[in-house]
């Protein structure tokens, strides 16, 4: 079984790594710091050391050579700092290493001067004082001591390592606090995974958000878009069902009517004529099933419906009203195009926009004038880079005071001698809605019949 990933140790990760990098940048800053201190410390030692060393020389005033005492200081002075010297600038080296470097005087003030510099792969540090000779006042003594930095570096590492375990220490400290506020702050998730825990399985209303943190919106907002989905979805199947109950009651109805007839009167009139009934219904019914289809797949949502491409609008309905030219021909239709021959580009899906065509020709058709209906479809561009599908027929047209009611599903105008679904409009306007599409009935006068028209804006998908 796969261990799920913990929150608590995913932050107490992100955490403790920034301290661990920190650990390690004040480690290197702390021998930063401890060497130039280290520095600063040996330097005004070989500093004090070499003054003293120049007020040793200068009291054996009216010589050229150090005393015994100087010697001995010297000597036991320099015993760790490895090299020593000291200069006149009249009678050269006293005392002390010759081959150590003559360092170069200020050329105004005589101030000490430290310098650094490599003895057989060995790194020095040397300072160096600048005396008038009470011996001799036109003359200058140089007193310069020089040691191995080896003791500066050994003195950073040491203040570095013993500044390690109180780091170390602090960090430990810093990740436990770390710990509880974390697991503090995770609680105020408790309220709302209780709410969603607590809830019932039909209701999917959007969760209360006013006590949620700010970081936790966007999960929260996620959820509700979530449930709102869900809740659209849960209620096109309830419609769907609904709607099919509502169409299939009837026919299934009159289906067990016609069995039960011809059961009781099994006589051939009987029987033909009750043949006869169940065929109608059932072409019918099948005719309802496929609207319900038609209007529950334009209903449903964007993920399961075809990926919506450019197409060129004219073209696509060209061809289907093409397609359909011989089947209008067959039943006495006079079915024609008219209108722009490509170059209206939209972007939708193929298949819905072939579902909403077929169902305004349908429409048109049934309704059309009898015996010599007529049905013209459209396409032109409109205002704004838009485009316009139209489909107008001959036929009598619809009151005035039904218009506004035209596309309600089930909704069928009465009196004109065709038993429809009442779907067809229903599927035009949600596939119209679908792509941005807003639709439109009118009655027109020259030429008489229904006008339908949707309208499509720029880039309608």
């Known amino acids: 079984m796969v261990r799920s990933p913990s929150l608590r140790r995913r932050l107490l990760l992100f955490v403790s790594l920034p301290l661990l990098a ?22 005004r ?16 005033a009216g010589r050229n050579e150090l005393s015994d005492q100087a010697r001995i200081l010297l000597h036991f002075s320099v015993q760790d700092r490895n090299r020593f010297a000291v200069r006149s600038l009249r009678y050269g ?33 040397m ?47 810093a990740m436990g606090l770390v710990w ?26 959007p969760l209360r958000t006013i006590d949620a943190p700010l970081e936790v919106q966007p999960l929260v907002a996620t959820i509700d878009a979530l449930l709102g989905r869900l809740d659209r979805m849960l209620r096109q199947q309830q419609r769907f069902i609904a709607d099919a109950a509502h169409q299939l009651r009837t026919p299934l109805a009159g289906l067990r009517l016609q069995a039960e007839r011809a059961l009781a009167d099994p006589s051939p009139k009987t029987v033909s004529a009750a043949l006869a009934h169940v065929e109608r219904l059932s072409a019918g019914t099948a005719r309802a099933a496929g609207q319900l289809l038609a209007l529950a797949r334009a209903q449903a949502p964007d993920e399961t419906l075809g990926i919506a491409t450019p197409l060129d609008l004219a073209d696509l309905v060209r061809e289907e009203v093409a397609a359909r030219v011989p089947d209008a ?7 024609g195009y008219r209108g722009a021959q490509h170059g209206v580009t939209i972007i939708g899906d193929a298949a819905l926009l072939r579902e909403m065509l077929g169902n ?5 058709s049934r309704y059309g004038g009898h015996g010599n209906a007529e049905v013209t479809v459209e396409v032109h561009t ?10 107008q027929d001959n036929g009598p047209g619809v009151a005035a005071e039904l218009i506004p009611r035209l596309g309600e599903r089930f909704f069928r105008v009465v009196g004109n001698g065709y038993e429809g679904t009442g779907l067809g409009l229903a599927i035009v306007r949600e596939i119209a809605e679908r792509h941005g599409g807003e639709l439109s009935f009118s009655n027109h006068s020259h030429p008489h019949g229904l006008r339908v028209e949707i309208r499509f804006p720029p880039n309608a998908t």
């Open 329 to 335: 021909i067959a039943h006495g239709i006079d079915l």
């Open 45 to 60: 030692w070989l500093l004090d050391s070499a003054q003293a060393i120049g007020e040793l020389v200068n009291s054996d």
């Open 360 to 364: 305004l020709i349908d429409n048109a």
């Open 93 to 125: 080296v006293l005392a002390g290493d010759q081959d150590l470097p003559q360092p170069i005087p200020h050329t105004k003030t005589a101030r000490p001067v430290f310098s650094s510099f490599v003895d057989h792969d060995r790194s020095m540090r």
């Open 22 to 43: 920190v650990l390690v940048c004040g480690g290197i800053v702390n021998y930063v710091v401890g060497l130039h201190y280290a520095n600063t410390v040996y330097d």
């Open 180 to 205: 509880l506020g974390i697991n503090s702050g995770l609680r105020v998730l408790d309220p709302l995974a209780r709410e969603i825990r607590l809830r019932d399985a039909g209701d999917l209303s």
């Open 382 to 391: 409109g205002s704004g880079d838009g485009c316009v599908l139209s489909v």
């Open 127 to 173: 300072a160096s004082v600048f005396l008038a000779n009470r011996a001799d006042p036109g003359d200058m003594l140089v007193i310069s001591t020089a040691e191995g930095t080896e003791g500066r570096r050994a003195l950073a590492r040491e203040l570095m390592v013993a500044s390690v375990p109180i780091e170390l220490l602090l960090i430990a400290v």
